[in-house]
T-cell receptor, first 115, second 113 residues
């Protein structure tokens, strides 16, 4: 596709359940990011993938959060044992690389609601 | 530690006038700055960027100004249009600042017809 695609667009889950969020980046983009935006907050960095390098997981808020990127393309963000504070819009972005002069393109986001 | 700050959560401007959105940063290693626009229920869309080697970049109605000594950048929209009403995020990155774009908390712009 032409842009970053995320699925599902909306997800309501019960507290304690696991969820998987999917991101299809722009073809050819080697860098992939996950951010989240909680109500009234800015964009919070979660994790970064670049090519075959080890991901930068420094933004993951707890060990309930994990992400993988298969074949350098599609990425899945998994949240285990969801809590109400995990409710947010989860945004995926991709870019050609991070040389300090390339913009990131965002998907439409997945709105996660934990009830 | 918020390295990119947008101190005005909201701004209202009359249609046809200039909108000025401000952003401050703390890390002098940032060398690339971006503005994103976000409508409700959509992801942020890239608007305009500027490299630290420049102090101004213009694209149509949008101009970004960078003052490195003050660690300040601003986005000017002129003339403002109702369709410009959205949340605007400032972001920064750098070759030596880690593997992410650092975002501000956003400024909600309302252009009044």
């Amino acid at each position: 596709g032409a842009g970053v695609s995320q699925s599902p667009s909306n997800k309501v889950t019960e507290k304690g359940k696991d969820v998987e969020l999917r991101c299809d980046p722009i073809s050819g983009h080697t860098a992939l990011y996950w951010y989240r935006q909680s109500l009234g907050q800015g964009l919070e960095f979660l994790i970064y993938f670049q090519g075959n390098s080890a991901p930068d997981k420094s933004g993951l808020p707890s060990d309930r959060f994990s992400a993988e990127r298969t074949g350098g393309s599609v990425s899945t963000l998994t949240i285990q044992r969801t809590q109400q504070e995990d409710s947010a819009v989860y945004l995926c972005a991709s870019s050609l690389d991070l040389t300090g002069s390339t913009e990131a393109f965002f998907g439409q986001g997945t709105r996660l609601t934990v009830v | 530690d918020q390295q990119v700050k947008q101190n005005s959560p909201s701004l209202s401007v009359q249609e046809g006038r200039i909108s000025i959105l401000n952003c401050d940063y703390t890390n002098s290693m940032f060398d690339y700055f971006l503005w994103y626009k976000k409508y409700p229920a959509e992801g942020p869309t890239f608007l305009i960027s500027i490299s630290s080697i420049k102090d101004k970049n213009e694209d149509g109605r949008f101009t970004v100004f960078l003052n490195k000594s003050a660690k300040h950048l601003s986005l000017h929209i002129v003339p403002s249009q109702p369709g410009d009403s959205a949340v605007y995020f400032c972001a920064a990155s750098g070759r030596n600042t880690g593997n992410q774009f650092y975002f501000g908390t956003g400024t909600s712009l309302t252009v009044i017809p």
